[in-house]
Nanobody, 122 residues
Framework: VQLQASGGGLVQAGGSLSLSCAASIPTGGSYAMGWFRQAPGKEREFVAAVNWNGETTYYSDSVKGRFTISRINAKDTMYLQMNSLKPEDTAVYYC????????????????WGQGTLVTVSS
């Protein structure tokens, strides 16, 4: 499975961005999808995940209520709508495919995209 993340960019604090992650093969029915991020000088951290059919979602406490994860299996694409962005959201965002039920642990994910940079200015 190859994953292509896109949609990153520069936005002011309080603004919004939408990320996309396109898969090279159908992932619905087989894989959960997740977003992770890594800020400069920090370890990679979990952001959000959605299970194989899109019915169950998981969020980190830091983004809950501001970010929304979704997927359209017919398009083999996952999305992350990010609202009320903060400077601390600045990071490279990676999408990943993993176990059907979803997981917050990056070690559980098998396939990773190349990352897309999100920069939030204050």
């Amino acid at each position: 499975v190859q994953l292509q993340a896109s949609g990153g960019g520069l936005v002011q604090a309080g603004g919004s961005l939408s990320l996309s992650c396109a898969a090279s093969i159908p992932t619905g029915g087989s894989y959960a999808m997740g977003w992770f991020r890594q800020a400069p000088g920090k370890e990679r951290e979990f952001v959000a995940a959605v299970n194989w059919n899109g019915e169950t979602t998981y969020y980190s406490d830091s983004v809950k209520g501001r970010f929304t994860i979704s997927r359209i299996n017919a398009k083999d694409t996952m999305y992350l709508q990010m609202n009320s962005l903060k400077p601390e959201d600045t990071a490279v965002y990676y999408c990943a495919a993993g176990p059907r039920g979803g997981s917050v642990q990056d070690d559980d994910y098998t396939y990773w995209g190349q990352g897309t940079l999100v920069t939030v200015s204050s």
